[in-house]
C-alpha cells in the first residue's frame, strides 16, 4: 500500500504541476510554477527513472508463492544491474562529451517529457542559477540535436524540441555540404527548405546543425532526410526530413553554453 501511495503522490504532483509548466506565462503563475517545479523536483526525478526501469511492484512481490517469489526476485536483480550498467554507458558518454565540447557543456537530468497539442517539451532541472539562457541549444548522449531552450526560471529550464511546429533552424545537407532551412512541422518532422534546384537530395542524408557562428563545437546532427517534397520554385526544392533525436527516452540533455 505504502508503494502504491508513493506512486498516487507523483502522479498527483506532476498533475497539478505540468499544466502550469507548458500554460502558465503570467507573473504570479510564473512564480506559483516554480515554487510547485521546486516543491516536485525529487518526485519527478524518481518518477523519471522509475519510468525508465522494468519495475515490479512491492505488494504483487510481496504476495508471490515461493517459485514465483524466487523467478521475480531474479528478475528485479536483473533489472537493477542492467540498469546500472546503461547508467554507467550514459556517464561514460557524459564525459566523452565533454571532453568534445572542450567543457562547453552543462549537464542536467531531465524530470519531464510532455507533449500537449501536438508539440513536444523537456524540463531539465538546471536554470537561471547554471546560467541557462533562452535560446541555448539542447543536445542528448548522442550528440543528436533535442531542441532549443524557450523558457529559463530558478531551478529548471523548458526545451521546446526542435521538430515542433513553427522551429526553424539553420542546417548544412551532409555529404553534399549545401546549406538549407529546416522547419518543424510537428511529428518528429522537419520540412527542409531553401535547396537549390541541382543539389542531389537522397534519403538517408544527414542535416546538421549550422549556424553563422560555430565556434569549433562538433558536428550535431539535427535529422536525416527521407525523400523529397513538392518544388517551391524554379531555383529552390523542399526536401522532407525526420528528427533523430528520442526525447521521450532521453534521461540527461547537455545545454550547449554560448560564449
Known sequence: MRGRFAIFLVGTAIIFTV??????QSG???????????????????SARAGRLIGYGVDELISAP?????ERAMAIAAAEQDALRRENQSLRRALGLRDEFGGRLLAAEVLLYQSELGQEYLILD????????????VIDEERLLVGEVREVEDG?????????????????LVPVGERALARGIG???FAVELIPHDT???????????????????????????????RTGHAFKTGRAVLLARP????RGFVLIRR
Open 126 to 137: 538546471i536554470g537561471r542559477e547554471a546560467e541557462v539562457k533562452e535560446g541555448d541549444m
Open 200 to 230: 542531389p537530395l537522397r534519403p538517408g542524408d544527414f542535416l546538421i546543425w549550422a549556424p553563422e557562428e560555430r565556434p569549433g563545437n562538433p558536428a550535431i546532427i539535427i535529422g536525416q532526410i527521407t525523400g523529397e517534397a513538392e
Open 66 to 70: 515461493g517459485q514465483e517469489l524466487m
Open 187 to 189: 511529428g518528429r518532422a
Open 19 to 24: 499544466p502550469l509548466i507548458i500554460f502558465g
Open 156 to 172: 529548471f529550464a523548458k526545451v521546446s524540441i526542435a521538430s515542433n511546429l513553427g522551429a526553424a533552424l539553420p542546417v548544412e
Open 248 to 251: 521521450e527516452r532521453a534521461a
Open 28 to 46: 504570479p503563475i510564473a512564480s506559483l510554477r516554480a515554487l510547485l517545479l521546486s516543491a516536485t523536483a525529487p518526485l519527478m526525478r524518481v
